[in-house]
């Protein structure tokens, strides 16, 4: 499903974070923010959720105005996991992720055997099986954050929205989480979208790269296209070389070292 955004201008109180910006997301890929810290990345995730309205333009979903569509009818199509997302209190994890099945059930359609076989595939999906009747309360930072990608799974929606999904996730974690992102990407033909600062995990994981800062879109490609030397340097102001990782054949950035 098609997300875009048309001529649109974000900001905190006068504090402007974007104008008159226009951006397609492409149908069914893996497209990463980066950028420098405070250059827009996790604000724009937001205006995409319908979390923060445009002061001027649209942000369309499906080609429909998202501001027009019922908040059911938004959390159908699309799923949004926001950097620090609040904890329920005494809440289970199974509980946590069966709250994805929200949007599909209504007061004539509850719980249905579906809606289990749904969550416990999330539940396995994401490793949390054995921690499923544990409060979510009493897990670690990773084990949260995977509690917190199996609801955004259970939820089913095509377009899903990921701010910092390896926010505290050791790297064999993030590796997991990532190549979890890209087996639903893949599976469901799902559109991603995700803020990622890691800027080598993004250009293994990435069909596509957008670069933001100085209020605009500064570089925007495939991660060969975008992470080279001259981007890295405007964007990051990072000298840095750019070649092939040997695993993966992707972008892989090293930072020159600073005298």
Do not use: C
Not at 33 to 38: E, M, Q, R, V
Not at 107 to 130: C, K, R, S, Y
Not at 242 to 256: H, N, Y
Request: charged share 20%.
């Amino acid at each position: 499903m098609t997300l875009e955004a048309r001529g649109v201008t974000l900001a905190y109180d006068k504090s402007v974070v974007f104008e008159g910006l226009d951006l397609t997301i492409d149908e069914g890929r893996i497209t990463t923010l980066i950028g420098a810290n405070g250059s827009g990345k996790s604000t724009l995730l937001k205006a995409f959720g319908r979390l923060l309205a445009p002061s001027a333009g649209t942000v369309h979903l499906g080609g429909h105005p998202l501001r027009d569509l019922p908040t059911r009818e938004i959390a159908r199509r699309l799923a949004i996991l926001p950097q620090k997302p609040l904890t329920p209190s005494a809440t289970s994890v199974r509980d946590l992720v069966s709250r994805g099945r929200h949007p599909h059930q209504s007061l004539f359609q509850p719980w249905t055997p579906n809606d289990t076989v749904v969550v416990d595939a999330a539940l396995e999906a994401t490793g949390l099986v054995e921690l499923a009747d544990r409060d979510a309360g009493s897990l670690s930072g990773g084990q949260l954050q995977r509690a917190w990608i199996a609801l955004v799974l259970a939820q089913e929606a095509q377009t899903i929205l990921l701010d910092e999904p390896t926010t505290f996730l050791d790297l064999s974690h993030q590796l997991d989480v990532l190549e979890l992102v890209r087996q639903v990407n893949h599976d469901r033909a799902a559109t991603v979208v995700m803020v990622l600062h890691d800027l080598t995990l993004a250009g293994r994981y990435s069909d596509r790269l957008v670069v933001v800062g100085e209020g605009r879109v500064l570089a925007d490609g495939t991660p060969w296209e975008v992470l080279t030397p001259a981007t890295l340097k405007r964007a990051f102001d990072l000298d840095a070389i750019v070649i092939a990782d040997p695993s993966s054949g992707t972008p892989l950035v090293v930072p020159s070292i600073r005298s």
